[in-house]
Nanobody
């Protein structure tokens, strides 16, 4: 399975960006999907997650500013980021749990390649 993330870039504080991550390959179904980020010198942290049923959860410091969503028909997860702050600067990674369409049809996990988000003050 390959995950292709896009949408990162440079934006001024207060601006908005939308990240997308499309999965392709031997996928029977997508389960939980999420976005993580890693700033220089810091550990990777969960930003937002969404279950197959559409339930969402957010890190406390992005709640109310970020919105995660998914399009199951396209095997794609999105992250709408509004009111961006300099402290949101990081490499953002998508992560998906999926059921493989290949025998033995395991539940597997995959990471995207990361997309840089830089917020200037």
């Amino acid at each position: 399975v390959q995950l292709q993330a896009s949408g990162g870039g440079l934006v001024q504080a207060g601006g908005s960006l939308t990240l997308s991550c499309a999965a392709s390959g031997s996928i029977f179904s997508m389960n939980d999907m999420g976005w993580y980020r890693q700033a220089p010198g810091k550990e990777r942290e969960l930003v937002a997650g969404i279950t197959s049923g559409g339930s969402t959860n957010y890190a406390y410091n992005v709640k109310g500013r970020f919105t995660i969503s998914r399009d199951n028909a396209k095997n794609t997860v999105y992250l709408q980021m509004n009111s961006l702050k300099p402290e949101d600067t990081a490499v953002y990674y998508c992560n998906v749990e999926y059921s493989s369409s290949r025998f033995p049809f395991n539940t597997l996990n995959a990471w995207g390649q990361g997309t840089q988000v830089t917020v200037s003050s």
